[in-house]
C-alpha cells in the first residue's frame, strides 16, 4: 500500500508542477497580448494622427482635384 500512496503523492505533485508551469505561461502571454494590444492602439492614433495633419497640410488645389464635384455643372 505505501507504494501507491507514494505513486499518488508523485501524480499530484507533478500535476501541480505542470499546473503551475502552465499558469506562468498563461500570464506570460496575457501580458503579451495587453503590451500588443497597446502597440496596435498607439500606432493606430499615430497614423489617424499623421492622416489628419496631412489632409490639413493640402493645398486648394488637392482638396479640389479630391473632390467628386464637377465644377462644369455649375457653370
Request: net charge positive; proline share 0%; hydrophobic share 25%.
Given at each position: 500500500?505505501g507504494k501507491?500512496?507514494?505513486?499518488?503523492?508523485?501524480k499530484?505533485?507533478?500535476?501541480?508542477?505542470?499546473?503551475d508551469?502552465l499558469?506562468q505561461?498563461?500570464?506570460?502571454?496575457?501580458?503579451?497580448?495587453?503590451?500588443d494590444e497597446?502597440?496596435?492602439?498607439?500606432?493606430?492614433?499615430r497614423?489617424?494622427?499623421?492622416r489628419?495633419?496631412?489632409?490639413?497640410n493640402k493645398?486648394?488645389?488637392?482638396l479640389?482635384?479630391?473632390s467628386?464635384?464637377?465644377?462644369?455643372q455649375?457653370?
Open positions: 500500500m501507491k500512496k507514494q505513486e499518488a503523492r508523485d499530484q505533485q507533478l500535476k501541480d508542477a505542470l499546473a508551469d499558469k505561461k498563461l500570464q506570460q502571454m496575457k501580458t503579451e497580448l495587453k503590451e497597446k502597440r496596435k492602439e498607439r500606432e493606430k492614433e497614423l489617424i494622427k499623421q489628419k495633419e496631412k489632409e490639413k493645398s486648394f488645389e488637392e479640389l482635384n479630391e467628386g464635384l464637377d465644377w462644369r455649375y457653370k
